[in-house]
T-cell receptor, first 112, second 115 residues
Framework: EAQVTQNPRYLITVTGKKLTVTCSQN?????MSWYRQDPGLGLRQIYY???????DKGDVPEGYKVSRKEKRNFPLILESPSPNQTSLYFC???????????FGPGTRLTVT | KQEVTQIPAALSVPEGENLVLNCSFT??????LQWFRQDPGKGLTSLLL?????REQTSGRLNASLDKSSGRSTLYIAASQPGDSATYLC??????????????FGRGTQLTVWP
């Protein structure tokens, strides 16, 4: 089944404790992105990647890191999480500009 | 910059009604427009993708139209059912500027269909 998977789905952590949210797609998509969704603010892009080893900042990259060492994986790293990073996070992928975007199921992160 | 607006923000209708959700965008330089459905706390499910050269797309009870020159799209839902209750998001993919290829989202329309 074609899909985007994220792990973990739910995470509660404390301020400053480094964490990684994994994202994997099995569709051989070139483009992958990370978004966060907050009430009243909608979906905002954090980082995106156009291919292996090619990444760029989205609208709200501060406090986040990404890497794209393999085509299928695009992990999101929070080196020192803070409470304002409490949010619902989505990974997404697509083949090219003309193609539809697929989203993962989301990761609900709470930073206390 | 691309701005996407969805009206209304919320809609409550009885089962069986036909309804229209609206999406407008400020920059007509788009590759395509995509409609999504999101259930509370869940991921986004793609409903329809309309390329910039197309006027409409249909999937079951859903029909989406696109008027690129006026910056508008509508999602028509026929014979609504309680299971259609969700938030509907539209998004456009930009073809120019420093954010080439970026997907811009509206804030969504929260739909409730009551029995």
């Amino acid at each position: 089944e074609a899909q985007v998977t994220q792990n973990p789905r739910y995470l509660i952590t404390v301020t400053g404790k480094k964490l990684t949210v994994t994202c994997s797609q099995n569709m051989n998509h070139e483009y992958m992105s990370w978004y966060r969704q907050d009430p009243g603010l909608g979906l905002r892009q954090i980082y995106y990647s156009m291919n292996v080893e090619v990444t760029d900042k989205g609208d709200v990259p501060e406090g986040y890191k990404v890497s794209r060492k393999e085509k299928r994986n695009f992990p999101l790293i929070l080196e020192s999480p803070s409470p304002n990073q409490t949010s619902l996070y989505f990974c997404a992928s697509r083949m090219g500009q003309q193609y539809e975007q697929y989203f993962g199921p989301g990761t609900r992160l709470t930073v206390t | 910059k691309q701005e996407v607006t969805q009206i209304p923000a919320a809609l409550s209708v009885p089962e069986g009604e036909n309804l229209v959700l609206n999406c407008s965008f400020t920059d007509s330089a788009i590759y395509n427009l995509q409609w999504f459905r999101q259930d509370p706390g869940k991921g986004l499910t793609s409903l329809l993708l309309i390329q910039s050269s197309q006027r409409e797309q249909t999937s079951g009870r859903l029909n989406a139209s696109l008027d690129k020159s006026s910056g508008r799209s509508t999602l028509y839902i026929a014979a609504s059912q309680p299971g259609d209750s969700a938030t509907y998001l539209c998004a456009v993919r930009r073809t120019r500027g420093s954010t080439l290829g970026r997907l811009y989202f509206g804030r969504g329309t929260q739909l409730t269909v009551w029995p």
